[in-house]
């Protein structure tokens, strides 16, 4: 019988799976194993099963089962068998027990959980067959891990007094799984078990069972789990002291020198002083009471005595006591002689002699000073006279070599810097080339330029300017530039342009202060061809380009042009961006704007293409463009994660001058390029500001949270905030487009006398969820080149260079070519773009041109090429006759 029974549960088994095993795949043979007879009267049991799991963000989770022995195990989620491809199967023995032993795992994705979310919850469980039976899991349950922004309570300031218990109320955000909540004071951690004064509940409340004064600080509530970890707004709590009266001095001395008068003691309220806002003592400070003090006698002198005989010297004297009365309680002595003489008689002591003698001594003396003071004004005008002569020397020596000063005295060349800096000839250029070119700047200078289309082009096709006249109005340039159908929105701000005339010889045009150049190297303009060409740096207000998603724009926008003419090989435009300089945390792209106006992709970091006109170098803080085709660019970069941040310069103003009691600070939070930086500067001028601190680097992650700033630690006694709110905050995605050149926000402050001239502050910046920075303020109330053309615009002379590119192009089988020069400049990256040019060796002398104008050392050029091994005479002597 019970053979029968077996034989029958396990055809009914064997037929359930094979109904199941055809329903899914034709496959049956894949999944299907048959036991020894030794295990086959054994029903399954399971080793693993599936536990529960969240899922966080995109990431699939993988679910384990294993049992023995089992002919097959399969996963049924929500009711429902999942597909056989699904599983993973592995099959092995137990050495223990020689049973076979069935593995599967199955993948679980967010799309899988999320179509019955808010349904059901979603589970799986496996079911494991033998030749005896079947086996059934527990249920595994899959849930989508997620922690919401907002804090269902957050903690509240509060002011208590010293020993006071103090209650801090937080119930973190909802979340799955639930949030772990953590407190932190000023940013640091607070661990009750290292300080027993701290008790956090189970509702993750925080109580501080008595204040200190070391617990006044700002308090958040942290909460996180496997997806987000969130921050509650800070809550300040100010332990404060009141105060308390010190012990009373002793009594002074009476205020009255003679008779009724007061004396006082006093107490300060310092035991405790109060602190924090904390209450003073109350009552009085200063206690008087009435005394009678002892008048002062002054002295009185005594009559005066009888003379005394006449003696030796014929003089007779008398005395007097000063005890009638004599001083006494501070008062005054007797005033007078207390020694009184007089000759006896004229007869006896003649007093002729005596005069005479008297006389002729005040005569000497008299003689003395006259003569003493005689020689002093002789000295006085000795020297007077000689000095005034001397300065008369001294200006006349001025005057012979006032304007005889030696100007524009050229600094001598270091050694050895014949090597790469020997000038080429310039008698065989182009007869129409203009050499001479004017700054933007300079409205009151003129600028060989054409009356007019910009580029007239002749029947050879070359370009030439059609008369070669001054033009008297310096602007005309832009204007006729602004004109064309390409760029109508070309602005007239002559402080952001730069422009000139080149040929074959190529040359550079800056615009200062911004970081922006467009390098033109040799030969790309094509021989016989002149061009005018414009460098512009565009206001971000006045294009908008269109960012999708969490891309924001990372550079200026620049415009060169203008656009269409042809060009033999690529120009070098540099510019800064704003980015964090780690590839791995964005996708940056290359916009340009085409010609009806659409702004589209013409280059992605990483996946560049050598056959394509153009290629980019993003270095840390300047971003180097080769492009075959002249136009208006923009680098754009779209964040992969949120570690990705963009570099933020924070810089402060004030008034320069303050005659109220009023004082404004100035927070500017503008991308780290030096083109913004310089409108702020320029605005600042006219705003009569001063910069009062140097700037700061800050940055700002996508995380889309707020930017707050706040000032804190000022002299109570002398500043205050006008500022109803604690913080100032600028929206995240004010500062994360781009589109807006600079933002700030201003600190209004109150000094509560005229004559408080110092300021002493923290100004603290930081996101919402971010670690912040905090800066300390401590304050008391050349000609720039734009335009260079031919030679001049290079180091590297222009005969020594064509000598190079044909020395290191041609390869060589020892390495010792371009591709040495490259790894030597540490441009090995480029490999490839090099590659695909006609010269490798010209376009890498290019991108050392466009690195190294302001700060590049031709004699270390020099070493590397020397390095190589390239020391021959004909690469790099040249002769005067060549030059």
Not at 692 to 716: A, G, T, W
Request: a negative charge; charged letters at 20%.
């Amino acid at each position: 019988v019970s053979s029968s029974v077996s034989f029958t549960s396990f055809f009914l088994s064997c037929s359930l799976l094979c109904i199941f095993v055809s329903c899914n795949s034709p496959r049956t043979h894949a999944a299907t194993a048959t036991l020894p007879a030794a295990f086959s009267d054994l029903l399954p049991h399971f080793l693993v099963e599936p536990e529960d799991e969240y899922i966080v963000k995109n990431k699939p989770v993988t679910l384990t089962c294993r049992s023995t022995p089992a002919t097959q195990i399969y996963f049924k989620c929500n009711g429902e068998w999942v597909h056989q491809d699904d599983h993973l199967i592995e099959r092995t023995v137990d050495p223990a027990t020689a049973l076979p032993v069935m593995q599967v795992k199955i993948d679980i994705t967010r799309q899988q959980v999320e179509k019955i979310f808010g349904l059901d919850e979603y589970w799986c469980q496996c079911v494991a067959w033998s030749t005896t039976g079947t086996q059934k899991s527990q249920k595994a349950y899959i849930r989508i891990a997620y922690l919401r922004k907002n804090f269902e309570e957050e903690p509240l300031g509060k002011e208590v007094a010293l020993d006071q218990e103090v209650l801090l109320h937080c119930h973190p955000p909802e979340g799955v799984p639930p949030a772990e909540v953590e407190w932190q004071r000023n940013e640091d951690v607070i661990d009750p078990a290292s300080d027993p004064n701290f008790f956090i509940t189970a509702d993750h409340n925080l109580i501080i069972k008595q204040a200190r004064l070391a617990d006044t600080g700002n308090y958040t509530c942290v909460a996180k789990n496997i997806v987000a970890r969130r921050k509650s707004t800070s809550a300040t709590v100010l332990v404060y002291v009141n105060g308390g009266w010190s012990t009373w001095t002793t009594w002074s001395s009476c205020s009255a020198v003679c008779g009724r008068g007061w004396q006082k003691r006093s107490r300060s309220c310092t035991n405790p002083t109060p602190l924090n806002g904390g209450t003073s003592c109350e009552g009085q400070n200063v206690q008087k009471s009435a005394c009678v003090a002892t008048c002062p006698v002054d002295g009185g002198w005594s009559e005066w005595s009888k003379w005394s005989a006449c003696n030796a010297d014929c003089s007779m004297w008398r005395s007097r006591e000063c005890t009638q009365p004599s001083p006494g309680t501070g008062g005054k002595d007797c005033q007078g002689l207390v020694l009184q003489s007089l000759n006896c008689t004229s007869e006896q002591c003649p007093q002729s002699v005596s005069g005479a003698e008297d006389v002729a001594l005040y005569v000497g003396m008299v003689a003395v000073a006259l003569c003493l003071t005689l020689l002093l004004i002789v000295v006085v005008l000795v020297y007077r006279r000689k000095k005034e002569g001397l300065d008369a020397d001294v200006a006349d020596s001025s005057i012979l070599t006032t304007g005889f000063q030696p100007m524009g005295i050229k600094p001598s060349k270091p050694e050895n810097s014949h090597l790469l800096t020997i000038q080429p000839d310039l008698t065989t250029t182009t007869t129409s080339y203009q050499g001479t070119l004017r700054s933007r700047h300079d409205t009151t200078g003129k600028f060989s330029m054409t009356n007019g289309p910009l580029l007239d082009p002749l029947p050879n096709g070359s370009h030439t300017l059609h008369n070669g006249k001054l033009n008297s109005d310096p602007a005309e340039f832009v204007s006729r530039l602004s004109t064309q159908s390409y760029f109508k929105t070309l602005p007239r701000d002559v402080a952001n342009t730069s422009y000139g005339t080149f040929n074959f010889l190529g040359g550079r045009l800056t615009i200062p202060n911004t970081g922006i150049s467009l390098l033109i190297p040799p030969e790309a303009i094509p021989r016989g061809k002149i061009y005018e060409i414009y460098l512009t740096v565009q206001r971000k207000e006045d294009l908008r380009l269109p960012l999708a998603g969490c891309q924001t724009l990372l550079s200026p926008i620049v415009s060169c042009g203008p656009p269409g003419v042809v060009l033999s090989r690529p120009v070098i435009l540099s510019m800064d961006h704003c980015s964090d300089a780690c590839p791995e945390n964005w996708a940056v792209r290359l916009k340009k704007q085409n010609y009806e106006g659409t702004w589209e992709d013409v280059l992605v970091m990483g996946e560049e293409l050598v056959s394509e006109p153009y290629y980019c170098q993003l270095e840390a803080e300047t971003c180097r463009v080769f492009s075959e085709q002249l136009g208006r660019f923009a680098l754009v970069g779209e964040s992969l994660h949120m570690g990705a941040a963009k570099r933020l310069r924070l810089v402060l103003f004030s008034d320069a001058y303050c005659s109220t009691l009023e004082y404004n600070i100035r927070v500017y939070c503008m991308d780290d390029t030096q083109d913004v930086f310089k409108e702020v500067m320029q605005m600042e001028r006219q705003l009569g500001g001063r910069l009062i601190d140097e700037p700061h680097v800050l940055l700002f992650k996508d995380s889309y949270h707020n930017l707050r700033l706040s000032i804190h630690d000022m002299p109570q006694a002398h500043w205050r905030s006008k500022l109803l709110a604690g913080y100032q905050e600028i929206p995240f995605y004010h500062i994360w487009n781009g589109s807006q050149r600079y933002l700030h926000c201003t600190f209004t402050l109150e000094r509560l006398s005229l004559s408080t001239c110092e300021l002493t502050c923290q100004l603290c910046v930081w996101q919402v969820e971010g670690e912040g920075q905090s800066f300390s303020l401590d304050f008391n109330i050349a000609k720039v080149t734009l335009t260079l053309a031919g030679p001049s615009a290079f180091q590297i002379p222009y005969l020594i260079r064509q000598k190079i590119c044909s020395s290191l192009d041609a390869p060589c089988p020892n390495g010792a070519d371009w591709r040495m020069l490259a790894q030597r400049l540490k441009l090995e990256r480029h490999m490839s773009f090099f590659a695909s040019k006609a010269s490798p060796t010209s376009v890498i002398l290019d991108l050392w041109e466009a690195q190294h104008f302001h700060s590049g050392n031709i004699n270390q050029l020099a070493t590397v090429m020397a390095d190589i091994g390239k020391q021959e005479a004909m690469i790099f002597l040249v002769s005067d006759g060549e030059c």
